[in-house]
């Protein structure tokens, strides 16, 4: 079952989504050579607390962390530590959420540590959250899910080859319904699958976290000891950008963006929805 919001219902999803916008910028500054993915957590951990909201991501399913930590091949989940210390020239893809009176806001971003990135990791950063944005400009109302799938895989596709030959779109996870749960119905692929149909209609009340995960090679991944870290593969390093988005009857709004999306909606001719709280 897909859950449909009221305006109400999406006016408190934008107040956790805001939450989680405060963790991003708050964990980015932070994000430097010499700190420690523990670090980063503790630092999201006070914007939560300081915000009065909660988090969705500690003891979800065991997890014992309030945010991802994903370092280099590291897709998704990566569990901080005091072990992992951030180096010039790494990337990390910073996972967050918050709950706000039962309703759920998640995000995740790409960030580069220090100076010096080679430039193949600056447009694999830029591909992935480009492709999530091309998705978040498909969530139109009577589109349906397989629309928002291929708009991400088509950005992809199109894009000139990185010196490793080739992107690869991250097959074993992908995007999700959210709301009063962070993760529920439907499960949205990052590529076109002619199993999977085309999916729900897009209507009105419809909430997603769009979230494309690209490595510079294989689609395939695996899952360490821990139960948790997922690394490609190929040991390729890999980007994660992820927004929540509710479907509005004036369009997308960007629940986890500051700007409610206006400025990248507008790059598409697309007006964002007016933010509810104002």
């Known amino acids: 079952m897909v859950q449909i919001k009221t305006p109400e219902q999406i006016a408190k999803m934008r107040e956790a989504g805001l939450v989680v916008a405060a963790i991003h910028a708050a964990t980015r500054e932070a994000a430097v050579p ?19 909201a909660k988090s969705n991501f500690l003891g979800y399913g065991g997890f014992p962390a309030t945010i991802c930590t994903s370092v280099n091949e590291v897709v998704v989940h990566g569990i901080p530590d005091e072990k992992t210390v951030l180096k010039d020239g790494d990337i990390i893809s910073i996972d967050a959420g918050a709950i706000v009176d039962g309703w759920h806001g ?25 492709s999530m944005w091309a998705g978040i400009a498909a969530m139109k109302v009577n589109n349906r899910l397989v629309d928002i799938s291929r708009a991400i895989e088509t950005f992809i596709r199109r894009q000139p080859r990185p010196a490793t030959g080739k992107y690869g779109i991250i097959e074993d996870f992908g995007g999700h319904g959210i709301g009063t749960e962070m993760h529920m119905d439907p499960h949205l692929l990052n590529y076109v699958s002619r199993k999977r149909g085309k999916g729900i209609k897009l209507v009105p009340g419809v909430c997603l976290a769009i979230e494309p995960m690209v490595s510079l090679g ?18 390729t390093w890999s980007s994660h950008w992820e927004h929540s988005i509710a479907l509005t009857e004036q369009g997308p709004l960007v629940l986890t963006a500051p700007d409610c999306g206006k400025a990248k909606l507008a790059q598409y001719g697309i007006e964002a929805a007016p933010d509810p709280l104002g």
């Open 34 to 52: 010499g700190a420690t993915t523990h670090d980063l957590d503790q630092v999201a951990r006070k914007v939560i607390a300081d915000h009065g």
């Open 106 to 130: 998640d995000a995740a971003y790409t960030a580069f540590v220090g100076t010096g990135h080679a430039p193949e990791l600056v447009e694999l950063s830029r591909v992935t959250e480009e």
């Open 218 to 235: 294989t689609a395939r991944t695996e899952t360490l000891a821990d139960d948790w870290t997922v690394i490609t593969t190929d040991g």
